[in-house]
């Protein structure tokens, strides 16, 4: 089946634009990949779901914008429309959308402190009430390691003088 030159022409531009989308997609992993500053296993985690998006894509576009049949000037496409991405509009997307994420943590760890206050202060409260029992204990305790029974004795002398 012969295809018109028209449509091998939208083929190429919605490859270029694929080719597009597929940078962009790698630019927002760059993002949680510099912001979350993951290391070792999780980056190896992180690119494997890239790569698996990167097919789905890619599988996706062969399938039903050219019926499942590749072609040289699809490939040329998609990587032409990459290159103009990354030369052209990679690096504003990118520091747009560190902006932007920045912005909503900035937001999100403003509405956790309001919500977290209350309880830390509860918190607070309860963890002084039982050092402040447990004090008595602790000094008990340090007693029989310093003198064992002898300790405990002058202990109990010392709190029935009282």
Same mark, same amino acid.
């Given at each position: 089946?012969?295809?018109?030159?028209?449509?091998?022409?939208?083929?190429?531009?919605?490859?270029?634009?694929?080719?597009?989308? &597929?940078?962009?997609?790698?630019?927002?992993?760059?993002?949680? $990949?510099?912001?979350?500053?993951?290391?070792?296993?999780?980056?190896?985690?992180?690119?494997? /779901?890239?790569?698996?998006?990167?097919?789905?894509?890619?599988?996706?576009?062969? /399938?039903?914008?050219?019926?499942?049949?590749?072609?040289?000037?699809?490939?040329?496409?998609? @990587?032409?429309?990459?290159?103009?991405?990354?030369?052209? &509009?990679?690096?504003?997307?990118? &520091?747009?959308?560190?902006?932007?994420?920045?912005?909503?943590? %900035?937001?999100?760890?403003?509405?956790?402190? @309001?919500?977290?206050?209350?309880?830390?202060?509860?918190?607070? @409260?309860?963890?002084?009430?039982?050092?402040?029992?447990?004090?008595?204990? %602790? $000094?008990? /305790?340090?007693?029989? %390691?310093?003198?064992?029974?002898?300790?405990?004795?002058? /202990? @109990?002398?010392?709190?029935?003088?009282?």
């Amino acid at each position: 089946m012969r295809m018109s030159v028209s449509l091998e022409a939208r083929i190429f531009l919605l490859s270029v634009l694929c080719g597009g989308v &597929l940078v962009l997609c790698y630019d927002l992993f760059r993002v949680v $990949r510099t912001k979350a500053k993951t290391k070792g296993a999780m980056l190896h985690v992180q690119d494997g /779901l890239f790569w698996v998006l990167a097919l789905f894509i890619l599988f996706y576009f062969v /399938l039903f914008v050219n019926n499942g049949r590749v072609r040289f000037y699809e490939l040329a496409g998609m @990587i032409l429309g990459a290159v103009i991405y990354a030369l052209t &509009l990679s690096r504003p997307i990118y &520091l747009g959308i560190c902006k932007i994420l920045e912005s909503i943590m %900035k937001i999100f760890s403003f509405f956790l402190k @309001i919500i977290l206050t209350p309880l830390r202060f509860m918190y607070n @409260i309860i963890f002084g009430y039982i050092c402040f029992a447990y004090m008595p204990v %602790k $000094r008990v /305790l340090r007693r029989l %390691k310093e003198g064992g029974l002898a300790g405990v004795r002058r /202990l @109990i002398r010392f709190s029935q003088k009282k």
